[in-house]
């Protein structure tokens, strides 16, 4: 499976974003994850391809969405109220095991990074 995101870029503090990643194949699960410099790279969202279920990190509970697009095969992180503390590159991620989806290391294809700055 390859991944391709997109949709990153610079915005002000409160504001929004919308990610993609463009799969070329089906697993079981995608998910976002996200890496600032001198830090482990963190789980951000996750979704299952068959049913849609969701997890979410609880620093963005109630701000970012991830949705699925099952014709596209293309997930997307809708980001909003964007904080400073959400800076980072943004990596998507495919795993073809099930198992919860917060599990970073089950992970077996992954994406390029895109940056997100959030500016205060």
């Known amino acids: 499976v390859q991944l391709q995101a997109s949709g990153g870029g610079l915005v002000q503090a409160g504001g929004s974003l919308t990610l993609s990643c463009a799969a070329s194949?089906?697993?079981?699960?995608m998910g976002w994850f996200r890496q600032v410099p001198g830090k482990e790279r963190e789980f951000v969202a996750g979704?299952?391809?068959?049913?849609?279920?969701?997890s979410y990190t609880d620093s963005v509970k109630g701000r970012f969405t991830i949705s699925r697009d099952n014709v596209k095969n293309t997930v997307y992180l809708q980001m909003n109220r964007l904080k400073p503390e959400d800076t980072a590159v943004y990596y998507c991620?495919?795993?073809?095991?099930?198992?919860?989806?917060?599990?970073?290391?089950?992970?077996?294809?992954w994406g390029q990074g895109t940056l997100v700055t959030v500016s205060s």
């Open positions: 991620a495919a795993r073809e095991g099930y198992g919860p989806l917060h599990f970073i290391s089950a992970y077996d294809y």
């Open positions: 194949g089906r697993s079981y699960a």
């Open positions: 979704i299952s391809w068959s049913i849609g279920t969701t």
